[in-house]
T-cell receptor, first 108, second 113 residues
Framework: GQSLEQPSEVTAVEGAIVQINCTYQ??????LSWYQQHDGGAPTFLSY????GLEETGRFSSFLSRSDSYGYLLLQELQMKDSASYFC?????????FGKGTRLHILP | DVKVTQSSRYLVKRTGEKVFLECVQD?????MFWYRQDPGLGLRLIYF???????EKGDIPEGYSVSREKKERFSLILESASTNQTSMYLC????????????FGSGTRLTVV
């Protein structure tokens, strides 16, 4: 079967850095995606790592280690608008499997 | 930008009613998906479709059916709504299978009473 594990909640302070981890067990791995969802909103695509290493997009970075079946999303210079749920996800041949999501709380 | 539009933001239905949730996308995407989202359970795939009139069961298809008569429209049908189908329903589309990027609609929050 396929499964993804990520923490249910993470709390950080405005202006700080936070890392959201994701471990996965899949048959046939292509890469790891991250989505953001604000309360009441649609999930939106953030990033995708097909290869090992760090991908940076502005304040957000995503990392993948295929040998460890592990990845993380790194958010820097946290802003209050980053308060949201973050989902890691793995695409398969015909669909995407999503983790259960990590709720990010940001304190002023 | 691709737009995925779900016809209703909020719906309240009675137990036993037949419920139709509609989803339309405007970028000629081949594939469309229906998920339900519940607290602590994440996004669970109900059904998906990779072509007109084609459908595939996802992880939790029981109690649901789907219809895709036109490429741009994918409907989720609750044949006889039950209270355990109270949930947020999210539609998504993608240009191809195996892609890492879906575009989601804003969701329909369905309450069955």
């Amino acid at each position: 079967g396929q499964s993804l594990e990520q923490p249910s909640e993470v709390t950080a302070v405005e202006g700080a850095i936070v890392q959201i981890n994701c471990t996965y067990q899949t048959s046939g791995f292509y890469g790891l995606s991250w989505y953001q969802q604000h309360d009441g909103g649609a999930p939106t695509f953030l990033s995708y790592n097909a290869l090992d290493g760090l991908e940076e997009t502005g304040r957000f970075s995503s990392f993948l280690s295929r040998s460890d079946s592990y990845g993380y999303l790194l958010l820097q210079e946290l802003q209050m608008k980053d308060s949201a749920s973050y989902f890691c996800a793995v695409p398969s041949d015909d669909k995407i499997i999503f983790g259960k999501g990590t709720r990010l709380h940001i304190l002023p | 930008d691709v737009k995925v539009t779900q016809s209703s933001r909020y719906l309240v239905k009675r137990t036993g009613e037949k419920v139709f949730l509609e989803c339309v996308q405007d970028m000629d995407h081949e594939n469309m998906f229906w998920y339900r989202q519940d607290p602590g359970l994440g996004l669970r795939l109900i059904y998906f479709s990779y072509d007109v009139k084609m459908k595939e069961k996802g992880d939790i298809p029981e109690g649901y059916s789907v219809s895709r008569e036109k490429k741009e429209r994918f409907s989720l049908i609750l044949e006889s709504a039950s209270t355990n189908q109270t949930s947020m329903y999210l539609c998504a589309s993608s240009p191809m299978l195996g892609t890492e990027k879906y575009t989601f609609g804003s969701g329909t929050r369905l309450t069955v009473v």
